[in-house]
């Protein structure tokens, strides 16, 4: 993987800067100075400055043009040398509408742990009130036009693109502005309905105008995008910690807490009628979820992982198609579940994909009622020291394959290492 690439200029080569240089070099100062804090506005403005700066330097360019690379040295063999990101100042631009689930922020994560100097922008905040996410962009700030793919009007997102030496897509969202895309590598994240929904009609937009194409899990995966990769969504192993305690001395604490229960994405009616089953059998089970009470009420990401901490086992899908399409996968509240300390049982039609992509697959898999009723049954009859065992063992496979670091690790094998 790639090291950090932005060292400071050498002090003797400072008293020979550009006017261009200097401002880049104290605007880069600043930016990593609030790194870490919540001043992800101020950072963005930054950016921006800093593509200022850049198309300052173009024009100059055009008036003497030996001046852009004056500034770096005097020896033309020196230029073989220059980082690519002083030319560009940004490595990877991520971009989205809608940034469903924060996926899109744990992503720029892992563009991070690279090393790669990264910016994403968003245009709406998420409900789920996550305490760290992407900046919001006044220029993405409108709602889709289209779809099919999702459109949206961004005006003023210009400067950035052009700034920025690959341009990644997200949640297949197109920003319509006046760059110039053929003069950047650009990616496509696909990662649930939009694409689901309608596979053929985003393919022939985006398959003219990108590189390559990132499928987030397999249902997605063999429609026909271009030069498409499987990677699945990371969790955040730093920030998520488990808790492997039992929860009830005589029971087995079963949890199941879809993000949208009235549209029954997640087979909850399902899951509900077959943990109701087990319950009128006898077997010692104590449910944990929606109660129908409230079924639309947003739960703050921070409320949601105490919950799930509460229980042994998670249930997260049981669905094999949403609408007419072929569905039946697990998605970020399976990992995040997994890196809580629970059990995960949930259904995963396309093992096989998963096991060549990935290796072994650390959940319990029910496609169907029946078979998701045998996984409770059998848990229930574990020794409090196997159930932890399975818990370790849930938890460690989040880590190994889905963290941050190991995604960040297949997304540099399968996508970047092509551009640095």
Not at 289 to 299: H, K, L, M, R, Y
Not at 382 to 404: G, Y
Request: proline content about 7%; glycine content about 4%.
């Amino acid at each position: 993987m790639p090291l950090h690439r932005h060292e400071p200029v050498p002090e003797e080569e400072m008293r020979y800067s550009s006017p261009r240089h200097s401002i880049c070099e104290t605007l880069r100062e600043a930016y990593h100075f609030l790194e870490g804090t919540q001043h992800e506005d101020v950072r963005l403005k930054l950016r921006e400055a800093t593509a200022m700066a850049k198309a300052m330097s173009e024009k100059l360019s055009e008036k003497k043009p030996n001046w852009y690379w004056n500034f770096w040295s005097k020896k033309q063999e020196n230029m073989n040398k220059m980082s690519p990101s002083l030319r560009r100042p940004i490595d990877v631009l991520l971009v989205a509408y809608d940034d469903y689930a924060n996926t899109g922020y744990r992503f720029w994560q892992c563009v991070k742990e690279l090393g790669l100097n990264s910016l994403m922008v968003k245009g709406i905040y998420h409900n789920f009130d996550y305490p760290h996410q992407a900046p919001l962009h006044p220029s993405l700030r409108h709602p889709p036009y289209m779809k099919n793919p999702y459109c949206v009007m961004a005006p003023g997102l210009e400067s950035l693109i052009e700034s920025s030496n690959v341009i990644h897509l997200l949640a297949s969202h197109y920003p319509m502005c006046a760059a110039k895309w053929q003069t950047h590598p650009v990616i496509i994240q696909h990662g649930g309905t939009a694409y689901r929904q309608a596979p053929e009609e985003n393919n022939a937009f985006f398959n003219k105008l990108v590189d390559r194409t990132v499928v987030q899990c397999p249902d997605l995966f063999g429609h026909g995008a271009k030069n498409e990769v499987l990677i699945y969504y990371p969790v955040d192993t730093g920030v998520i910690r488990p808790d492997f305690t039992k929860k009830h001395p005589d029971k087995l604490v079963v949890g199941h807490f879809p993000s949208n229960v009235a549209a029954d994405v997640k087979g909850t009616n399902t899951i509900m009628q077959a943990i109701d089953e087990l319950l009128n059998a006898g077997y010692p089970i104590k449910y944990v979820g929606p109660d129908g009470i409230n079924p639309w009420q947003v739960w703050p990401w921070e409320k949601h992982l105490e919950r799930i901490k509460k229980c042994d086992v998670i249930v997260e899908t049981c669905n094999p198609t949403q609408g007419d399409k072929a569905y039946g996968e697990w998605g970020n509240a399976a990992l995040e579940a997994a890196a809580s300390g629970c059990v995960i049982v949930t259904n995963c039609v396309h093992q096989d994909i998963y096991e060549r992509e990935y290796g072994n697959l650390g959940i319990h898999v029910a496609n169907d009622p029946e078979t998701l009723k045998e996984e409770l049954v059998r848990l229930t009859a574990l020794s409090e020291d196997e159930l932890l065992a399975e818990k370790k063992a849930c938890c460690e496979w989040a880590e190994t394959n889905h963290s941050i670091p190991a995604t960040a690790e297949r997304l540099w094998n399968k996508v970047y290492s092509r551009y640095f």
